[in-house]
């Protein structure tokens, strides 16, 4: 049987998991080295990258590089959940009727480092358990306030007046990790003076990977049938493509298979790391960072290829 290795940017349809997505593609795949990079809720879709075999040793990379998501907020309510799934919680009737400058005034203010509270239903740990295993049982706990970046947020509707009980309208945002969208949407509400809740949403991008590379569950199980799973797979190297690049000759190569210290490069000097150590043909040997008691060298993280075969 072929041997499966890369990244699938998986279409997660809404009504699963990512845990189902992983659990359903283990049976198509018929392997069990294989892990989703960052819980999706199921009322989500879109990008969910899947890392198999060998690409699961990047998966936090993909975790840790910037996402972007197409959302529609919902002005009026809010739930137990931040989104359409939840329990009505608060209720006020939108009387009044916004300006597309009222509207992008309230999304210009959120752009840069912000502070959010993530939802009491989200996998965020505390003492231990996720808060979702809280929540079920109607325990409140205290939260962690957690720093965010939104890089961009962009107003997709282009209307002039914005009305509606509920009012609702769709925007854009890139943002870093950690990021809850629903809890951006909460907040939009709360500046315009209302209750509100996240009605859809789709992540559009994943570190590098977009929605016009995913594949959905029906073309993974025909790839398999006809042998060509791994032909629309994408390389490891794509988790890895917003980390600076340790560029290294054949004969250096053979030192970072062997997990070698290696001094800074001159270019490197002014990044914080992490690193990768790729060939001159651009294939990722080994993830280095700067090493916390030897100025100027860089160790390895994780050694991502030590064979002859690459």
Do not use: W
Not at 58 to 84: F, H, L, N
Not at 166 to 172: G, I, K, S, V, W
Not at 205 to 213: N, P, Q, V, Y
Not at 256 to 277: D, R
Request: charged share 25%; aromatic share 6%.
């Amino acid at each position: 049987m072929t041997k499966i290795d890369g990244i699938l940017p998986l279409y997660k349809p809404a009504g699963l998991t990512s845990h189902d997505c992983v659990f359903k593609l283990r049976k198509i795949l018929k392997t069990k080295k294989i892990g989703h990079t960052g819980t999706l809720d199921p009322d989500v879709t879109g990008v969910l990258p899947i890392c198999i075999g060998k690409a699961t040793k990047v998966a936090e990379y993909i975790t840790d590089a910037g996402k972007a998501y197409e959302g529609e907020v919902a002005i009026g309510y809010s739930t137990t959940t931040e989104d359409r799934s939840g329990e009505v919680v608060e209720v006020k009737n939108v009387s009044e009727t916004f300006s597309r400058a009222d509207i992008l005034r309230v999304l210009d203010s959120l752009k840069g480092e912000i502070e959010q509270t993530p939802p009491m239903y989200s996998a965020v740990k505390v003492n231990g358990k996720r808060l979702y295993e809280y929540a079920r049982k109607g325990i409140e706990v205290e939260r962690p306030t957690r720093k965010v970046t939104i890089y961009s947020i962009t107003l997709l509707d282009e209307r002039e007046q914005y009305e509606g009980n509920p009012l609702t309208f769709r925007f854009q945002v890139e943002c870093s990790k950690g990021t809850y969208i629903r809890t951006l949407a909460v907040m939009i509400g709360e500046m315009l003076g209302y209750p509100a809740h996240m009605s859809s949403l789709t992540r559009i991008r994943s570190a590098s990977m977009t929605l016009k590379d995913c594949l959905s569950f029906e073309e993974v199980e025909k790839h398999m049938e006809d042998g060509t799973i791994n032909e629309h797979l994408l390389p490891l190297e794509n988790a890895l493509s917003h980390l600076p690049k340790y560029h290294i000759s054949d004969k250096v190569a053979e030192k970072v298979k062997n997990g070698a210290l290696m001094p800074i490069p001159e270019y490197l000097m002014k990044s914080n790391g992490p690193f990768v150590a790729e060939t001159e043909e651009g294939i990722a040997l080994a993830i280095y960072d700067i090493h916390p008691t030897k100025p100027n060298m860089i160790k390895p993280v994780k050694v991502l290829r030590n064979d002859q075969n690459l």
